[in-house]
């Protein structure tokens, strides 16, 4: 502020300065305004389109849930849209008229504002649906009563043909002992199967036989689960703070957050001995210990380590994360990729190579004539890989390994008695042995490898399953299989493209569309089809707790606010 003070004779001249400084500071001002008013607006309409952008998504997820629902038929119609509010029908379930209407009409919310969506279809010119269009709606609920003053924008913000449509329901699969988890393209994980120890993380211990979202718990609101794997008896995500949580069985420490004591819903894990400011990139859980990738591309496990599965040259437990020993890992070399199961561990590192370490007694090291137990990391030989191959993936069993090597084939090695290596033997193999074409199609080659219990799974190039080992390898029998067999098409549909695949005692394979189809052992509801049925081939998990009216494909919840 400018203050006016009595000027003298010899200090006129100085009122036209202040003057004129006045104008020019006012100027100056009424500029700064006028940008700061133009950046807000900006973050205003950054943030709305990003609020928008998640309702669209939401009517996506909707949509392609209707389409699986109803076999592959549209039901709705452009006149009678999807809604946050309807059913697939497009008829309403809750009310979304009056000042204060249903919190399962929106999707986001921040302060007053409030985002919604409807999803009409298009027609080829001969009637036939063509398009789903999935249409991002912003409504300010401002004044007096709170009821709708307007609508900021209805632009559509996502557009899908329904064939090859990009609003899958479920993304990555991970199945334990006896249970199942899975993230679906709205963010959230869902888990099903045996609840005991509280290893879905429902916040309850009963079994579920159809999917349930896991509670909250340690993870911070708005954030959700990006990763999800399964232990025998519990389970842990990294989210999208880039922290990990774990739920479940702690009888050894396994959920890393320094206790002993179960949880039904996450926890966090502990910073143990990883560096302040380091997070998760990667994460593995065995039997009774976890193990991780941090930011710093170091490797990191807790829990049970009685056979080495640590890493950490000891054979005691630990409650929170403990560094993997450089062993035989050159100096320099970083990990890129984890896995665990059992009482073993391997990390594929930046050289392209396996290293290994816990239980060596059939030969799941890879170490050659050894089979003693390591306690810190070993290089696993080149057995039948070529000369020079390097490894892209792994996927640890009970008691065996497996890995895609970069000339796509794959290759298993460790116990051997029920055919789980796939070499047309039930002996045990102390370093890498070929799998053998079995029922693969000619030239083989496989993108997805997955072991677990004393069978393992893969998808070709064909993007179809093909199993071997014991039990149920998805084919119709029960038999062992000591070379791979094809999965039978069960309630796939035909031509089904198949995306990942996770193996235990039973196996799921999550396909293109997004849904998720398992078989094997049921006895907890594990395969997700609403009983405990067991089935040798695969089946639909059923998608009842999808329910539209069961908020799903709804947010509702603080959407997170600007200060304009």
């Known amino acids: 502020m400018l203050s006016f003070i009595s000027l003298s004779h010899r200090d006129a001249f100085a009122l036209p300065v202040v003057m004129i400084a006045s104008v020019v500071m006012m100027m100056v001002l009424v500029s700064g305004l006028s ?24 009517g996506l997820a909707m949509a392609t849930y209707c389409i699986e629902a ?17 059913d ?6 809750f009310s979304c008229s009056g000042a204060s209407p249903s919190s399962n009409c929106f999707v986001a919310v921040s302060g007053n504002t409030k985002t919604s969506f409807s999803v009409g279809v298009s027609l080829d010119g001969s009637g036939t649906a063509s398009d789903i269009n999935s249409q991002g709606i912003i409504v300010n609920y401002r004044g007096s009563g709170g009821s709708a003053q307007s609508v900021e924008s209805s632009n559509s913000a996502s557009k899908t043909k329904i064939s090859g449509r990009d609003g899958s329901l479920y993304t990555t699969i991970a199945v334990g002992s006896s249970h199942t988890c899975a993230i679906a393209s709205n963010g959230y994980t869902y888990c099903w199967g045996d609840n005991g120890y509280g290893r879905l993380g429902l916040g309850t211990s009963s079994n579920s036989y159809t999917p349930m979202q ?13 990763s999800v794997v399964a232990g025998s008896h519990h389970s842990c995500g990294i989210a999208t703070d880039d922290r990990a949580y774990c ?12 206790s002993t004591a179960d949880s039904s819903i996450p926890v966090a894990v502990s910073q143990g001995q990883m560096p302040n400011g380091v997070n998760f990139k990667f994460i593995a859980a065995g039997t009774q210990h976890t193990c991780a990738i941090g930011t710093d591309d170091k490797a990191y496990c807790w829990g049970d380590g009685a056979r080495g599965q640590l890493g950490n040259s000891s054979s005691a ?37 396996l290293y290994c370490w816990g239980d060596g007694d059939n030969g799941q090291l890879g170490r050659g004539s050894s089979t003693s137990d390591s306690y810190t990391p070993v290089a696993v030989q080149q057995g039948q890989m070529p000369s020079g191959a390097t490894i892209k993936s792994v996927s640890v069993g009970f008691y ?29 193999a102390n370093t890498p042995v070929s799998v053998l074409q079995g029922a693969m199609p000619g030239g083989f080659t496989v993108k997805k490898i997955a072991t677990g219990g004393y069978s393992t799974c893969a998808i070709a190039n064909d993007d179809k399953a093909y199993c071997w080992g014991s039990p149920m390898a998805g084919n119709g029998t029960t038999s062992a299989n000591y070379v791979p067999v094809a999965v039978s098409q069960g309630a796939m549909p035909a031509n089904t493209v198949l995306l990942d695949i996770a193996r235990d005692g039973f196996a799921c394979a999550v396909a293109l569309t997004g849904k998720i189809y398992c078989w094997g052992d049921n006895a907890s509801g594990q395969l997700g089809i609403g009983n405990t049925t067991s089935s040798t081939t695969p089946a639909a998990t059923t998608m009842s707790n999808w329910a539209v009216s069961s908020n799903v494909f709804y947010v509702n919840n603080d959407f997170g606010s600007y200060s304009y």
């Open 247 to 258: 739920w479940g069985y702690n009888g050894h420490g396994n959920l890393g957050n320094g």
């Open 88 to 93: 697939c029908n497009g008829d309403e379930q």
């Open 214 to 226: 896991i509670a909250q718990g340690a993870i911070p609101s708005g954030a959700r689960l990006k």
């Open 317 to 353: 437990r630990y409650t929170a994360p403990r560094a993997v020993l450089q062993g035989q890992i050159p100096n320099g070399v970083v990990m890129k990729q984890i896995a665990s199961s059992g009482t073993n561990t391997c990390a594929i590192g930046s050289n392209d190579l």
């Open 35 to 58: 940008a700061t008013t133009s950046v807000n607006s900006g973050l205003r309409q950054r943030h709305a389109a990003l609020m928008q952008k998640t309702a669209s998504d939401a």
């Open 400 to 428: 065996f390994v497996c890995a895609i090597a970069n000339n796509d084939k794959p290759y298993c090695w460790g116990y051997g008695a029920q055919g789980q290596l796939g070499n047309n033997s039930s002996g045990d």
């Open 70 to 86: 109803n076999n592959n038929s549209i039901t709705w119609t452009d006149t009678k849209p999807l809604k946050p509010n309807t």
